[in-house]
């Protein structure tokens, strides 16, 4: 890439801290994390050094998937505290330059919003803001919950959560859609109030001076005519609901009265995105997105249920990050990531989070961090805090793990917990919301009191505290790891660089290159517990099994100046980045110029 070729914007330059509100820090001990908790910790964020804070629905909920079931999008949930402490908490980022994304959750209000209340009781301005269908009265091959009278839900579509995605209103006569939680009632984007109602609320929020919006399931808002349709053709697969016929009409709408290039809008899109649907949600002449989050290396190491994982296979990662990279170059920006709320922690994942915690963690923010695009840390991430050692079915709070497996213990395709434990363990979303580890006291310096989710034990090592004492720790590296986004001398290859795998095929290593102009990044990792050998390509070697074209050979490198930028190990690292002797889960960056 060229540097006359780059696009400016502060948001492709930033590193985005996300934070759990019920899970980040407690000051009222009632066990759930609130906005003075996050106030109280605002020079931590800046001691860390991130740019933005997105912050988790924190708006009135009754709770039933912990905020994502939404009330009213103009309150603050009294758990969390009120909107004089929202506003204070804003003008506490913007005062550190710390700027401030907000969820935005519009598939699907709760069923306790007043739009929702209204419509279920026929309420002829609120009547279409939902999706009501009448039932199928054939029901041949239907096993599953019936209406009145042998009734089925309108298709057999499953929620997210578990169970139909259709529930049957008594009191009403008719079902609605809900592709999560029964208590989710999906909205229904045909109708132009609802888009409008949607629009204002996110022009009130940016006049109050927020800094852009996180998109919660943004790809699913256009429903297919099976749904949208009141004489529809036949019912259409489950993965009619993903990007939609009238998606980008919809976005494009969005961001043609909302948005603008100086807002960071990240949306999230689930399913097998194409990268035509991905370019025009965030291309230079499409809906007006910045980013997106996509789930593709997320589903790399499990099925369909929550109790399905397979462990995943580099070559396979490496693959999902080059298509993302590479189809995107010159077309729209990437987001990296690989934990959030809704993922397991990625030291446990990605990594080794016994022998080599620590390596592996630096290891993989390292990746993170010199990848193309915007860098996002989830809570706990820059302390390396793993998973919990999670054991009986109670243990869970999520209803993405809970009503999955008890649906499935309750059908017989699950004959017992203990036959699946591990496996959910290891993928449930309660591992990233386990509350944040701030000291080795009691609920880990969270709470003064009992904690609405498990502490891991494990905080008596892993915490922010010891972490802050120890220069050699997961939270000084990350902090070195940010800097380097505002060093001058690599922050324009870093952030705006073209991505260049250098050896796809490798099973064990992950090497690539940054390139913008003259000046190159060499990124080595060892994603591995065994020692591992790396060497450049000479020009005139077989390539074979290096990438078809190379984007670096060893003879270059002797007429450029060499730097190592970043390494996880302290002691005896060469400088000569040709050939060296990899230990486990060993990062290295050489500046090469």
């Known amino acids: 890439m060229d540097s006359a070729d780059i696009d400016r914007q502060w948001w492709k330059e930033a590193v985005v801290y996300q934070i759990y509100p019920r899970s980040f820090n407690d000051t009222d001990g009632d066990g759930v994390g609130d906005i003075p908790g996050i106030i109280e910790k605002l020079d931590y964020l800046d001691e860390l050094g991130v740019d933005v804070v997105w912050l988790n629905p924190v708006y009135e909920s009754p709770n039933a998937d912990n905020g994502y079931d939404i009330a009213d999008y103009q309150s603050i949930m009294d758990e969390f505290g009120t909107m004089s402490d929202w506003e204070d908490l804003l003008d506490g980022l913007h005062d550190r330059d710390i700027k401030l994304i907000m969820d935005l959750v519009v598939n699907h209000t709760s069923d306790e919003h007043e739009w929702f209340v209204k419509s279920r009781e026929g309420d002829e301005e609120f ?230 915690r620590v390596e592996s963690a630096k290891l993989l923010g390292t990746l993170l961090h010199t990848l193309h695009g915007t860098p996002y840390i989830y809570q706990g991430e820059e302390l390396g805090m793993t998973n919990y050692p999670f054991e009986r079915l109670d243990d869970y709070q999520d209803v993405d793990t809970l009503n999955p497996v008890q649906n499935a213990l309750d059908e ?114 060892n994603f591995t517990s065994e020692d591992q050998q790396f060497r450049l390509p000479r020009e005139d070697e077989d390539h074979a099994t290096y990438a078809d074209e190379l984007p670096l050979h060893a003879g270059e490198v002797a007429d450029l100046d060499t730097e190592l930028l970043v390494s996880n190990y302290d002691e005896d690292v060469e400088s000569d980045p040709t050939e060296f002797a990899l230990r486990p889960w060993e990062a290295r960056v050489y500046h090469l110029s």
Do not use: C
């Open 412 to 525: 017989g395709v699950i004959e017992n917990f203990d036959d699946v434990k591990d496996s959910v363990a290891a993928l449930s979303r309660d591992n990233a919301r386990t509350p944040m580890q701030w000291t080795d006291e009691e609920h880990a310096g969270f709470t003064d009191g009992e904690p609405w989710l498990a502490v891991n034990p494990n905080h008596e090592e892993i915490n922010a505290d010891t972490a802050r004492e120890d220069d050699d720790s997961v939270f000084h590296y990350y902090r070195n790891l940010i800097a380097l986004r505002d060093d001058d001398d690599v922050s324009d290859v870093l952030v705006y660089g073209s991505y260049d795998d250098l050896w796809p095929s490798h099973t064990d290593l992950w090497a690539y290159t940054r390139t913008l102009d003259d000046e190159r990044l060499l990124v080595v990792l």
């Open 127 to 356: 009547r279409d803001y939902y999706i009501w269908r009448n039932g199928r009265t054939d029901v041949d091959g239907w096993t599953g919950h019936l209406g009145p009278d042998d009734e089925a839900p309108p298709n057999d579509w499953g929620s997210f959560f578990g169970g139909p995605a259709w529930e049957y209103d008594e009191d009403v006569g008719e079902w609605y859609l809900h592709l999560f939680d029964v208590k989710q009632p999906d909205l229904n984007w045909e109708n132009e109030d609802v888009r409008e109602e949607v629009f204002s609320m996110m022009e009130w929020w940016l006049e109050k001076g927020i800094d852009g919006f996180r998109m919660d399931v943004i790809n699913l808002i256009s429903k297919p005519p099976s749904v949208t349709e009141h004489n529809p053709p036949e019912p259409d697969g489950f993965d009619a609901t993903f990007d939609g016929p009238k998606i980008h009409e919809y976005v494009g709408e969005m961001g043609e009265r909302v948005l603008s290039d100086d807002l960071l809008t990240v949306g999230e899109v689930v399913g097998d995105v194409s990268m035509d649907d991905a370019r025009q949600y965030v291309g230079r002449d499409g809906d007006g997105l910045g980013m997106l989050f996509h789930f593709d290396h997320m589903l790399l190491d499990r099925g369909g249920d929550v109790w399905e994982y397979y462990g995943y296979d580099l070559t396979d990662l490496k693959d999902v990050f080059r298509h993302w990279q590479k189809s995107l170059e010159g077309e729209g920006w990437n987001s990296n990531y690989l934990n959030n709320h809704d993922q397991p922690r990625m030291v446990s994942r990605f990594g080794d989070d016994v022998e080599y």
